[in-house]
């Protein structure tokens, strides 16, 4: 079956950290492109970052660079993200997409979501 | 990276047709052809209904469909079937080599 399975998310406290898992299954994961897509309580979908399959090309939102930081594992089929400095702005379910090239980039695999939640 | 503006709700009738726009500038919707829309239910995931500005991925019904007149796309549904009310996300890729969504739609069948 194919399946994004994510995991890590809980509740933080503002200036904290938590780091997030994706786990893949049933497809290439090692030459697929990724992404991390938040949505907030209420708000809109929004793209957080993406990783090419080598891990050598990175890209992140305006909102969450230099404190967020994507990065994979093909041995183990795994995506992750540390995120660090946390914000209340940051809470929000965390969803896991693959980027499939063949579908003009669509992201056509999401994971059911982990949920962020940052307060005191 | 500001958000693709879309109106915060449409509804319309079991049977009609409706239409949900999504506007961006050059940089992103007008200048790419990696225009894609999403439908998403309550507690549920994403799903991609549009990929390409204007294909639809295998399974997804013929009623959905996607189009662009510069700067905006848009996705019709006709034959508005229950099933269909949910939220609606257009995306697209943009010049910075990020992707920006558009706020969202609420579709509600009356």
């Known amino acids: 079956e194919v399946q994004l399975v994510e995991s890590g998310g809980g509740l933080a406290q503002p200036g904290g950290s938590l780091r997030l898992s994706c786990a893949a299954s049933?497809?290439?994961?090692?030459?697929?492109?990724m992404n991390w897509v938040r949505r907030a309580p209420g708000k809109g979908l929004e793209w957080v970052s993406y990783i090419n399959p080598s891990g050598s090309t990175i890209y992140y939102a305006d909102s969450v660079k230099g404190r967020f930081t994507i990065s994979r594992d093909s041995a183990k089929n795994s995506l992750f993200l540390q995120m660090n400095s946390l914000r209340a702005e940051d809470t929000a379910i965390y969803y896991c997409a693959r980027e499939e090239l063949q579908l003009d980039d669509g992201f056509d695999i999401w994971g059911q979501g982990t949920m962020v939640t940052v307060s005191s | 990276q500001s958000a693709l503006t879309q109106p915060a709700s449409v509804s319309g009738s079991p049977g009609q047709s409706i239409t949900i726009s999504c506007t961006g500038t050059s940089s992103d919707v007008g200048g790419h052809n990696y225009v894609s829309w999403y439908q998403q239910h309550p507690g549920k995931a994403p799903k991609l209904m549009i990929y390409g500005v204007n294909k639809r991925p295998s399974g997804i019904s013929n009623r959905f469909s996607g189009s662009r007149s510069g700067n905006t796309a848009s996705l019709t549904i006709s034959g508005l079937q229950a099933e269909d009310e949910a939220d609606y996300f257009c995306?697209?890729?943009?010049?910075?080599?990020?992707?920006?969504f558009g706020g969202g739609t609420k579709l509600t069948v009356l």
């Open positions: 995306s697209s890729y943009t010049d910075s080599s990020t992707w920006v």
């Open positions: 049933g497809f290439s994961f090692e030459t697929s492109e």
